[in-house]
């Protein structure tokens, strides 16, 4: 399999983590985002959105978005699961990880960040200052649930790591680096930690691809 | 079976086709978004994000985010389904719908729309502008798949209606609602108009709401 991706995007970290925790190898293809390679016409050919991550399986067949991607994975290579066998646990996880990928994730990602600045004209403060009100009240909601809800477990949901973590981490990352106070978040703090002990996350995160910057 | 939910939000429209499409009946509970009502310690005890929809199963079960309770409903509700059986048509599918819950509707949410005012200070024409920038962007790419790919049917993936259409479909109400121009996408058009002829969309569209409005 191909990952087209990009060192720095939390989707594609999102797909190696899966990519990892099921023990599957791939090649890694980088496109620059901030370069705008993802607008190439050689990618929009992968990808009519222009938005990396795209799986392309071995017998070439070309998978966008990234969570389609994960529920693909998980539906063909089973083992371990990444969800749980029971659909109320299952609809938890999925709501936990949508929370971050329909809600929050979405509204701070590069090119609403641009838009921000231009057209809008605003600087970068209050392109920081956006980021961080839409993590603060998302990530308030979370660990509220995470804190409260008897299912979370060493992970969100119990103690096997799943589909609402390996959206978590990359989210928790992104926050770091637009210096999202974190202390009001304990218990997603601990279930980040816990997450980066593992080696199919650690060597997901950005600064270890290939294409990394500082 | 409850759904906590208010007639204009995309989120509740898109639950609410898949009900009817399920043959399921539900009390309908609504909550006045514009008015505040989901952030009330009521709903807020339902649904830590204060967002709708939340479905209220028999046993009091509460699911929050839209799509995690269409996948829920597809678990436990299986016919008619909603997704394909076949691992790369479930991808498409859901790599469909995705791209509308995750990379267009959030960022035309209500709450997104009112921060653009306060405390962005734009003023009503910015935010329309802002809202159809999104639409054009993503309903570009959408209809480039829609009609070019092959496994484009009746419906977003073949014959029957399922995930996909019933993203669509209230994206193409909203978008109308802000005057999104719709003659760039004959496809989408073409199938939303397909959906609505079914009475499980049209039953679920926003107006014949019991809490909708002029």
Tied chains: 1, 2.
């Excluded at 791939?26 to 705008?36: E, I, N, Q, T």
Aim: net charge negative; proline share 7%.
């Amino acid at each position: 399999m191909k990952l087209h991706n990009y060192f720095r995007s939390s989707t594609s970290f999102r797909v190696r983590i899966a990519l990892g925790l099921k023990g599957l190898s791939y090649d890694y293809v980088a496109y620059h985002l901030r370069k705008g390679e993802q607008r190439d016409k050689v990618y929009l050919a992968l990808n009519a959105q222009g938005l990396v991550p795209t799986l392309e399986t071995e017998a070439g067949d070309r998978l966008a978005q990234s969570l389609a991607i994960v529920e693909y994975l998980e539906e063909v290579y089973p083992d371990p699961p990444l969800l749980p066998a029971e659909p109320l646990a299952r609809a938890r996880v999925r709501g936990l990880a949508y929370a971050i990928a329909c809600d929050l994730h979405p509204l701070n990602n590069l090119r609403v960040l641009k838009y921000l600045v231009d057209p809008l004209g605003h600087d970068a403060g209050t392109q920081a200052d956006w980021f961080r009100h839409w993590v603060a009240v998302e990530f308030a909601a979370m660990e509220q649930r995470l804190s409260e809800e008897p299912e979370t477990g060493r992970f969100c949901h119990g103690d096997r790591p799943g589909l609402a973590d390996l959206c978590l981490v990359p989210q928790v990352v992104n926050g770091r680096r637009f210096d999202c106070d974190m202390t009001p978040y304990p218990t997603i703090m601990r279930i980040h930690e816990a997450c980066m002990a593992i080696p199919a996350f650690a060597e997901a995160a950005p600064e270890r691809q290939p294409d990394a910057e500082g």
